[in-house]
């Protein structure tokens, strides 16, 4: 049976006493982020009552996964519908009706329910705390009180999101005590290295994130090398990160995935440390502004390479691609901002596992690349973004590509009817994105017709395309979703024609909801 959880939508004449009506979807989301940002402080307790007064429910069900992030709970459960007491619906609505003057009272109700409730709640947490298994808290000022408490109450949680809650070592000492953590997200916290020293009690982690923790330096990374069961690791952001850092991070034998994007005292001494991590599957050096092209020189000698991203690493030029072309294994590979030409894309025949190749803003690039491309047959996604020098005929080259399911030439402006119809010979295509074509108009959506497997369209700033050109989607079966962001000459009249007889297709284009007694 497929899984339905009751959201709670208040009617806009609903009493405050009457139960609001409720539609089946994939989660349940509580509106009081709404108010967040009217609120004068939202503090550990309020954390608190929300949490409690999400187990007031009438069917104890077991749901494996909580979400509490920025004000707003989230419950995925598996199998089983659940309803929200009516408590629930009406503390729902005070906070909609709620404004900044109300606040002190609404508070104040809230907090005279909960005490009413807080017995029959601790009974629910101790029925229901040790089946959760995931929690997610982010943004909050959490104090170690409220951390004793979600230790207490989740005993057995297995991952752990903390990002951006102003941790300190004194949080970090009663996190440890969650023995059964695999996952743990400490991101966008200060605390120093004497907190990842505790982290490092968590032997069974295979997941960490320290992601901008900006005050970690090569003293604490020493320790993790007792986290034998690691695999993956991301130090992303963290400023006081270098080579001699990556000697310590070399320790871990059993790592598979690494994130040292922004870390800009990296260079291609550190990644020589590296070699020691014969399992390493996935690196992401983005925006490491300090890796030439001798530095690349290593990566051949990572035998399982199989991800690499190389976003904003402005120093590389075509001897540093040469390199990447060598990796045999590659079967992701994000290249963007690069002062490349055509002929160094020669090579790239070589990574004949390649499935996903996403090209960036290199704008020296012409429709030559494209034939180097086109030798890439197991290629599934390719994306060719602010590459200007990409024209129609250089998509006519990529015939070849019939495995090809995903194609984005987004800011490749020359583009017009005619290449579209070129892309139409890889009939695979589950989703296209094209912008800032004017050259792109009502004959597209007829070649586009012939995609019958296309389920995701974007023609964001396409300029000509009009009302008129949308009853050609009636001829695409399977299309869900339609990007019409800054189409000018999409009216009203053509946004009712969508909601109306192609209801099935979500529309994006960044406009308010449709009035449909207003257009007719």
Known sequence: MTAQITRLVPNKDQSLGNEPRRAPIRSVKWWGRKIISSLPSFTPSWVESLLRTLFQIQEMPRFPFLRLQKGSLAVTEGRRIFQVSKECAKLEVDFLKSRVEDVNEIMEKVQGNISKLRKENREALGKIGPTITKLHLSGFLLTVKMIKKIVSYFPNLQELVCSNCSLKKSHIKEITKLKALVRLDVSHNQFADSSVVKIAELKNLTFLSLAYCQNISMKGLKVLHKLAYLEQLSLEGCKNINDKS????????????LNVSSCS??????????????????????????????????????????????????????????????????????????RVTDEVFEGVSQLKMLKKLVIIGCLNLT?????????????????????????????????????????????????????????????????????KADGISGAAFQHLGKLTKLEMLSLKRCRNVIDTDLPYLKEMKKLRVLG???????????????????????VLDGSVPIDLHRVR
Not at 270 to 297: E, H, Q, R, V
């Open 246 to 257: 990556l000697s310590a991070v070399a320790k871990l034998v059993n790592l598979i995935a």
């Open 367 to 435: 429709n030559r690349v494209c034939e180097s491309l086109a030798t890439l047959t197991g290629l599934e996604q390719l994306t060719l973004e602010n590459c200007e020098g990409i024209t129609d005929n250089g998509l006519a080259q990529l015939k070849p590509l019939t495995d090809l399911q995903f194609l984005s030439v987004e800011g490749c402006h020359h583009i017009s009817n005619t290449g579209v119809h070129y892309v139409t010979a890889n009939s695979n295509l589950k989703g296209v994105k094209f912008s």
């Open 265 to 338: 005292q990296i260079t291609g001494v550190g990644l020589n440390f590296l070699i020691a991590l014969k399992k390493l599957t996935k690196l992401s050096l983005k925006l490491c502004l300090n890796i030439k092209d001798d530095g690349l020189k290593v990566l051949p000698r990572f035998p399982q390479l199989a991800m690499l991203d190389l976003t904003s690493c402005y120093n590389i030029t075509n001897r540093g691609l040469e390199f990447v072309f060598a990796c045999s294994k590659l079967q992701k590979l994000v290249i963007a901002y690069f």
């Open 484 to 506: 019409l962001i800054h189409c000018p000459r999409i009216t009203e009249r053509g946004r009712v024609f969508l909601k109306e007889r192609l209801p099935h297709i979500q």
